[in-house]
């Protein structure tokens, strides 16, 4: 992948988080909680493959996108860890979300979810805005 390819690659997964976002906002804001969480945790996946995309890294599965973060961010302390912890807590809530029933997801959950998602947001939009990484 050339340079110009993989940062074309981090613009258009930086997009498609900001889409998620937006769609899991308007979920929530029209009563499908359970879909918004569904959405608000590919918000977080798609910074996470942009966040990957800055070291040429394409991880080849959701699991494998969290062994990755945790690899080469978190363990080397360019990205706080509790602020990472948000993406483990989703997967395990998308699940839940998407495939039991009876999930029980409040608004007030979604609140404190999308909070924590964005906070890890912005901690990969500056190690991404800082001049070394690009």
Not at 22 to 34: D, H, K, Q
Not at 67 to 88: C, M, N, P, T, Y
């Amino acid at each position: 992948m050339t340079e110009e390819n993989r940062r074309e690659n981090m613009r258009a997964e930086l997009d498609r988080a900001t889409e998620a976002l937006a769609a899991a906002t308007l979920l929530y804001e029209n009563g499908y909680i359970s879909d918004a969480i569904s959405r608000l945790y590919y918000f977080v996946l798609y910074n996470i493959r942009a966040l990957l995309l800055s070291k040429g890294l394409e991880p080849r599965s959701h699991d494998g996108a969290l062994r990755l973060l945790g690899l080469h961010f978190v363990r080397e302390g360019l990205i706080d860890r509790k602020a990472a912890q948000v993406f483990s807590k989703l997967m395990k809530f998308r699940e839940e979300a998407d495939y039991n029933p009876v999930s029980m997801f409040t608004g007030e959950d979604f609140v404190a979810f999308k909070g924590e998602a964005e906070i890890f947001a912005a901690s990969v939009k500056s190690y991404l805005a800082a001049p070394a990484k690009r």
